[in-house]
């Protein structure tokens, strides 16, 4: 085997390069060489912030595209040279838990959040993905590697909360976080119908953002005051028919309850990254009769999903280049675009390193 040079995240606080061997391609798995890595909020909550599981040695990176160089002896519609989207999340499709559709979690919960949690991330020169043939996804010529970094994460994850909200025509959604998980979530809103949209954020380069993708004026800025009565005053007191959340902290879903009508659904693909207890309101929860349902969870992965999702960019449907402010070339330049993910500067929406 070969070494190669990889980011590595050690444990809180500490990252630093190393040379490291890549683990053997098995019957079923995949080694991809990386061609544009993205970092992700979620890689800060994981260095810097009290993420959940112990990690030592593990290379840090989930979001990114690459060229396959080896596939194993039973893969069958993966071959060296094919460009791929590697999704953050990889399940093991052959399990009970996956037959209950929920093969994210296939052996434990989260367990198929596997880079830099259970083993080494994308941010090496060659990684190891497990169970190609149903967790690679092909991704066509014309999208370009920076912008196809984006189904990795980003747009599944995002366009996930709106599936778990049930956006439906016509509804009146309150969008909580519009960084590029939030951005993508007003993207799939648009896309599934939403009618009129609330959005909170702060920084101007992402409610100019939102706006592209479909919002429409009603921008609640959370640093302005409670936003639940901003929501109020802009609902004339009729709440909302589903809330997404990807921005915010435990007391959020608290804000989400208390803003959204009875018998609706809240989306929430936010990580909470710190705090011990979520609160929900009881007399705004109907003292536990209200109906109001909060669907949260982690993105689901599959090559089925990923492929389709590049079907919406390749037909132009779905617009990837507003979400990448910050381009990068180089491997090495890596550790300057997760600082620049963890500083996150007013004109930041998403980082992307071109290998
Ligand atoms: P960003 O940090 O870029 O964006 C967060 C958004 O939330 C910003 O618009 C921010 O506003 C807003 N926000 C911050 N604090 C508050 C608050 N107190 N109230 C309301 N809004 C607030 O994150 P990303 O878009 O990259 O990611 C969003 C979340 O999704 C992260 O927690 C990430 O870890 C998680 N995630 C979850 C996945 C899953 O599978 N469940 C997968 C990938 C990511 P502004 O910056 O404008 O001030
Ligand atoms: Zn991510």
């Not at 909020?41 to 593990?58: C, F, K, M, P, Y």
């Not at 840090?60 to 596939?71: F, K, N, R, T």
């Not at 370009?144 to 984006?150: D, L």
Request: overall charge neutral.
């Amino acid at each position: 085997m070969i070494v190669t040079k990889i980011f590595k995240g050690l444990t809180m606080l500490k990252i630093r390069w190393i040379e490291k061997k890549w683990s053997m391609c098995g019957p079923l798995d995949a080694l991809v060489k990386s061609r544009a890595l993205a970092p992700c909020t979620s890689d800060i909550h994981t260095v810097w912030e009290g993420t959940i599981g112990e990690r030592h040695n593990l290379v840090l990176g989930h979001e990114g595209v690459g060229e396959v160089v080896e596939v194993g002896s039973m893969v069958k519609n993966f071959k060296p040279r094919d460009q791929v989207i590697i999704p953050a999340i990889t399940p093991d499709w052959n399990t009970v838990e996956a037959q209950g559709g929920l093969a994210m979690h296939s052996g434990g919960m989260l367990t198929c959040w596997r880079f830099s949690f259970f083993k080494d991330g994308v941010f090496g020169e060659i990684f190891h993905v497990t169970d190609a043939d149903d967790n690679l996804a092909k991704f066509p010529d014309s999208i370009a590697p920076a912008e196809a970094a984006m189904l990795s994460d980003r747009v599944p994850t995002s366009f996930h909360t709106a599936e778990l909200a049930d956006v439906k025509l016509g509804d009146t959604v309150c969008w909580i976080g519009i960084g590029p998980v939030g951005l993508m979530a007003v993207a799939g809103s648009n896309l599934m119908g939403a009618l009129h949209f609330l959005t909170v954020g702060s920084r101007p380069d992402s409610v100019h953002a939102a706006k592209g993708y479909g919002a429409t004026d009603d921008i609640i800025n959370y640093k302005n005051g409670d936003i639940v009565e901003q929501v109020m005053n802009l609902t004339d007191g009729k709440c909302v028919d589903k809330v997404c959340i990807a921005g915010g902290d435990v007391k959020t879903i608290d804000q989400a309850i208390r803003m959204l009508k009875p018998g609706e659904k809240i989306g929430n693909v936010n990580y909470l990254g710190s705090g011990d207890y979520v609160i929900v309101p009881r007399v705004e929860w109907g003292c536990g009769m209200s109906h109001k349902f909060i669907h949260s969870r982690l993105m689901p992965g599959g090559r089925l999903r990923m492929e389709k999702l590049a079907n919406l960019v390749e037909v132009g449907k779905l617009k990837l280049s507003p979400l990448i402010t910050h381009r990068f070339n180089g491997f090495d330049k890596l550790k300057e675009a997760l600082f620049l993910m963890k500083e996150k500067p007013a004109a930041l929406i998403k980082p992307v390193v071109i290998i």
